[in-house]
């Protein structure tokens, strides 16, 4: 069973020139842990026009029962830092997910994620706040899912200096006494759709 799970996590500000590129804004290199994404499974990308951040998952899937084990957990803890100009402020305002569950009559899945800007202290950035998202599927479920989260507000401060995406993204879930298969996939097959893209808008500061 082959299906994608589509993850888009938006940053927006009100900016009159929304598609012009950010001048002087570097994306780091990302670092990552988990079970849901060993090294050299999990690939970023900046769009020229700094906008929209891709993430690409290989590996990040959750399969119980048929056998294997009844309960268990899948998870990623993704940096991504970016030395942001001095005049220029960011916010996280939207988290959107799709993807697919299947769980058998019994059986249960829960997606759960927290997404924000932090700085060098691992403290989230005054005044943003980071976002976060968390849905259980109880079976029977067979579908493509679609999910969301939103912010409660706030910039990232001027100033420049070297700011920090972090998100934890995890899947739990348990069978049924029948160990019927679960399955749930952070994973897209399509080159068009990444399974995660942050939507990126940057407001000019004052």
């Known amino acids: 069973m082959v299906r994608s799970f589509v993850v888009s ?11 012009m590129p950010v ?18 499974s999990l690939s970023a990308t900046l769009s020229p026009d700094s906008l929209a951040l891709s993430v690409l998952f290989d590996q990040f899937q959750l399969s119980l029962g048929s056998g294997g084990p009844k309960r268990g957990l899948v998870t990623c ?44 202290n691992t403290l989230p950035l005054p005044p943003t706040f ?44 348990n069978t049924n006494p029948a160990n019927e298969q679960v399955l749930a996939q952070l994973e897209s097959g399509d080159v068009s759709t990444q399974p995660i893209v942050y939507h990126l808008n940057w407001q000019k500061c004052r």
């Open 130 to 173: 980071p976002v976060s998202t968390i849905e259980t599927f109880q079976g029977p479920v067979d579908q493509e899912v679609f999910m969301t989260g939103m912010n409660r507000g706030g910039f990232s401060s001027c100033g420049g200096g070297t700011v920090f995406l972090k998100t934890a993204v995890g899947i739990s879930g």
């Open 23 to 40: 001048p002087g804004l570097v994306m780091g290199k990302p670092t990552y842990t988990g079970s849901g994404c060993p090294q050299g």
């Open 77 to 120: 803890e993704l940096t991504i830092p970016f030395r942001a100009p001095g005049n220029y402020k960011a916010t996280l305002v939207r988290a959107e997910y799709r993807g697919f569950m299947f769980a058998p009559t019994g059986a249960r899945l829960t997606f759960s994620s927290t997404v924000g800007f932090y700085g060098p």
């Open 9 to 19: 996590l938006f940053f927006c500000s009100f900016a009159s020139a929304a598609a």
